[in-house]
């Protein structure tokens, strides 16, 4: 079944790069979650290459282990996990390629595994979430960026990486009143920017909100808003953390969090949630100062699976 490589065995530099040197199967059947490369950066605004991003986490993954301290918990000993490669999408064509991710989970989803979603620009989270709904119906949001995402459209288009989540919430894929957007912060084009957000009842945390109140009262005021048992995704843009810490993403913003605050905020928000799905986005690798931003985003990642296994062990 999933486990990974033992790198008491084999050297962590040896070998083909999977996500944490997990086994690459195509399907993942038989297994409690799965991860998935969604190289598709068409939809970016400013700076794009994030399609390279799934190939940098899956090298800086190679560092990470199996017992997470934090939280008590060896991963493997609960779960089973594959790496299912990369979906293959159709550069320069959106809609096309929205197909093909929200196909190409199918299996996952089918199956029962977790899917866990390196992107690619934060465009991908629309089919994530589409595909999600088909098996678990609307999901209660959790949304760690800099930016709300919630236009509507770009150049007249309608999809682009600032306009997922307006367009999840048209379509009936999240729930709203349930959901909440942690970190959200920088110049906005106008006062009404974030209007769409607060009128569909979607909870802001500010950027400049989460440093004044901390991340533990943060965690309490997300959890508050989530029913038991409703079905919960997390989305995490690597631009939720500082530019100092994340420099290696296309719209980076000051002003942000450490790496050490996203770990608490996941760690700490999502035991006990049923948890659907995740997603890392945005992440650069060209701009990746001694891949500090791939290895953050790789341990956040873990972060998540951790709880995975947590949620497993406990019963949840």
């Known amino acids: 079944m999933g486990k990974p490589v033992n790198s008491l065995h084999s050297p962590r530099f040896c070998g083909v790069r999977t996500f944490q040197r997990l086994p690459h199967a195509e399907h993942p059947e038989g297994n409690d979650f799965a991860v998935y490369g969604v190289p598709f950066d068409t939809a970016t605004s400013y700076k794009p290459g994030c399609r390279f991003g799934p190939a940098a986490i899956r090298e800086a993954s190679s560092i990470l282990k199996s017992y997470n301290s934090v939280l008590d918990v060896d991963i ?55 595909a999600v709904a088909q098996k678990h119906g609307p999901v209660a949001l959790l949304h760690f960026d800099a930016h709300s995402d919630t236009g509507s459209d770009y150049f007249g288009k309608p999809y682009n990486h600032g306009t997922t989540f307006h367009w999840a919430i048209e379509e009936g894929l999240v729930l709203p009143r349930q959901s909440t957007q942690v970190g959200i912060r920088g110049p906005l084009y106008s006062h009404d920017s974030l209007q769409y957000a607060h009128a569909k009842g979607l909870e802001l945390i500010s ?79 060209e701009s990746d100062h001694a891949s500090i931003t791939s290895y953050a985003a790789a341990g956040i990642m873990h972060a998540f699976i951790s709880v995975l296994a947590r949620n497993r062990r406990t019963g949840m």
């Open 76 to 130: 493997f000993e609960h779960l089973d996990g594959v790496d299912c490669g990369d979906i293959d999408i159709v550069p320069g064509y959106t809609e096309d390629s929205f197909e093909r991710i929200q196909n190409g989970l199918a299996p996952c989803m089918n199956s029962g595994a977790v899917p866990v979603i390196m992107g690619g620009d934060h465009s991908i989270t629309l089919p994530v979430l589409r």
């Open 207 to 285: 950027g400049w909100e989460l440093h004044g109140i901390g991340v533990q009262k943060a965690i309490e005021r997300i959890r508050e808003r989530i029913e038991p048992g409703v079905p919960v995704y997390v989305s995490f843009d690597i631009d939720f953390l500082d530019a100092a810490y994340a420099p290696g993403t296309g719209t980076p913003e000051i002003g942000g969090f450490t790496s050490h605050q996203a770990l608490q905020l996941v760690l700490g928000t999502c035991p006990g949630l049923h948890l659907v799905g995740m997603d890392m986005v945005e992440v650069l690798p």
